[in-house]
């Protein structure tokens, strides 16, 4: 099998799943169903932002006993049920959680970390490459779904009938293309051997050198990366997770503009995710975490003075925001690869990404926290920028274990 079959599977794969990331365009007529604010809502958000890195971690390890085409077509089955079981929630929040929440995280968390595995194999050659095209369609996922969802919400007479719909479309889409995923030959082409703890270019360790996760997990540089990907994830996630809302309160975008607002955060998703990786293979990971800190902590300090009443300001902000965003997801497999070779990638690198669901509950959760108690995101935007210059700190004392 072509490799470029298989990174075609996983970008599918990923776009269906990348529809999580337009959760905000059902955030607002969820509020209005359930007469609950920003906060009561978003808890399914942020629960199935947790579950994720959960299940993630759990399908690093399964992979080891059923490969990569079993993970990724439960997950995908599981991911469209969640979705689809969310149309039964009916008047109970309760209910939206546990399907929303904890059934969708948990499809896509094991659909999510099968293509990140088998993927790079077929790459050794371009390593961060590879990573970005695994991650790519999560991005872009979300600015082909958003159109469509508000379509549907339109016609179905809301966002439960939307997710029913949607539901059944992503559980053939997503397990479909799994049945295309395959680890490579032991030899696939293009296949360079480096030295393991290497942060450069062409690093791309063997299998045979690699670190095994218990080993990884006893160096201080696990938990470097562990708190560099929470802290990138946590950044983004603050605009996701109320993007439309955002794009109204500080772009003063009309509702139209809003929801373009929510495709570019998807188009600026994506584009980091193929840019800041491959970027990665020539400058190094560190390099590229230290570069992308700095430019988050601009855009965050810049958003509520700026972009407040201009709109193609807060674009431009929050692009660059999102860009970074994305490719820490494209460059993190990246890092963890270069530093404890690709032979157990799947399982250390999906422990970090147990990262990103903690950062739900961080910059996210406290921009919706502030957002209904005083009607503003400034606070927020400011103590998040603060953040991201604090953490710039821990790319700069990397070094390879």
């Known amino acids: 099998m072509s490799r470029w079959v298989v990174a075609g599977a996983a970008v ?3 776009a269906g799943l990348g529809s999580f990331y337009s959760w905000s365009v059902f955030r607002g007529p969820l509020s209005d169903l359930y007469g609950a604010g920003i906060t009561e809502v978003n808890v399914a958000f942020f629960l199935a932002s947790f579950v994720f890195t959960i299940a993630a971690f759990g399908g690093g390890l399964l992979m080891r006993r059923f490969g990569p085409r079993a993970v990724g077509v439960a997950g995908g089955v599981l991911y469209g049920l969640g979705v689809f079981l969310s149309s039964f929630a009916g008047e109970s929040l309760l209910v939206l959680y546990l399907t929303y929440g904890v059934v969708v995280g948990a499809g896509l968390g094991l659909g ?5 595995a088998a993927l790079p194999g077929w790459f050794p050659d371009r390593p961060g490459l590879a990573y970005g095209i695994a991650v790519f369609g999560f991005g872009a996922g979300s600015a082909i779904n958003v159109p469509v969802a508000e379509a549907l919400i339109s016609s179905s007479g809301g966002p439960l009938g939307a997710f029913g719909i949607l539901g059944l479309a992503y559980g053939v889409l997503v397990g479909g293309a799994a049945f295309l995923l395959k680890n490579p030959p032991k030899e696939p082409a293009g296949h360079k051997p480096a030295e393991v703890g290497v942060e450069a270019p062409s690093a791309a360790p063997s299998a045979a050198l690699a670190w095994s996760f218990r080993r990884a997990v006893r160096t201080w540089q696990w938990y470097a990366l562990w708190a560099i990907f929470f802290l990138n994830v946590s950044a983004g996630l603050a605009i996701i997770s109320d993007a439309k809302a955002m794009a109204a309160s500080i772009g003063g975008a009309s509702a139209t503009l809003a929801s373009a607002f929510v495709v570019l955060v998807a188009v600026a998703d994506s584009t980091g995710r193929l840019f800041w990786p491959a970027l990665s293979d020539r400058i190094g990971q560190s390099t590229v975490f230290l570069t992308m ?20 300001v807060f674009c431009a902000l929050s692009f660059v925001a999102l860009s970074c965003y994305g490719g820490g997801f494209g460059v993190m497999p990246a890092f963890v690869n ?7 990638v799947g399982t250390i690198y999906a422990s970090i990404m147990f990262a990103s669901g903690i950062a739900g509950f961080g910059a996210p959760l406290l921009l919706a926290l502030t957002a209904d108690a005083t009607g503003s995101y400034g606070s927020a935007l400011y103590a998040t920028a ?4 604090l953490g710039a700190a821990i ?3 990397m070094r390879p274990p």
């Open 395 to 397: 790319p700069l004392a």
């Open 386 to 389: 603060a953040l991201m210059f």
């Open 12 to 14: 599918v794969m990923q």
């Open 338 to 344: 270069a530093y404890y070779g690709s032979g157990d």
């Open 293 to 312: 800190f700095l430019l988050q902590a601009a855009a965050f300090s810049l958003l509520p003075l700026l972009g407040a009443g201009s709109f193609v």
């Open 112 to 116: 999510y970390i099968a293509p990140i």
